[in-house]
DNA sequence: CTTCATGCAAACCCTTTGCACGTCG
DNA sequence: CGACGTGCAAAGGGTTTGCATGAAG
């Protein structure tokens, strides 16, 4: 379960320690996003000995490996979801936080378009979706 | 200049008094985002008397009304844009912070495209783009 | 005059940092 | 063994809240 991650972090010459294996089988047991503050309830709910500081660490090696993507919630809160380096946007579930990714369909179009009407170069951007997945969709 | 906000606050029968018109002038002064922070230093910069909870409460009410926007910039801050209510996506300039409204594109395109492939209901989106404007990128 | 907004300060997150100790390889 | 990671606690920044006072309509 949580061998992606940490197979991914030792090819990436990061050290395996005790709490990032902890932390890695957190978020593997996760679907979907979470919040730093959602790690460190479960770890203290666990008992397990780690720091918050521990946390807040890893998810930033995480981050500069492309593992998770940090995400912007509609209210405000930042989240965290578990991707593959490669792939771009997230779709998210506003009902259960379920995640699926999306690669580029057609947004370089969109791009390409507002920057030829605004005259600005376009260099990045952020694309979030916000939803509900076909299971929530139909318990409602 | 700050007549715009203004006006639409009291069409929304919100009470204009002194702080928020001060605050108001403020944000009409700055063009591109802003922060709350800005805001605060510009108040006492100024020495207006108005406290930070002031401006945090006046933000909030130009949200609700959706006169400004608030937007995650790719270093994690929160910002702000004046903003019509009914456009809906953000370029900022990543050099000066001047903002364009891009109306949508062909964004819809995407986001049925991304529909159709994951099953999901889509019912709201964020798309931020960053880049350069015209005077920036020949500024430089 | 009544309702609502304000300033101030304290309270509250969330996140980062400094440091002595422990662990990994 | 040496470099690096860890926990803890404290610091830090941004945002919210409680409350007595003051302004708006």
Redesign the pocket.
Known sequence: MSDELLRALDQAG???????REIAALIAKRNGHF???DLIADASKRRL??????I???L?LLAEQGLVERVDLPDGR?AYVPCEPSHHHHLVCVACGAIAEVEDCGIDAVTSEASRRSGFTIESHRLELFGRCPNCRSAN
Request: net charge positive.
């Open positions: 990061v050290r395996l320690t005790g709490p990032r919040t730093a503050a000995g780690v720091g918050r500081a521990t807040f660490r890893l930033d930042h």
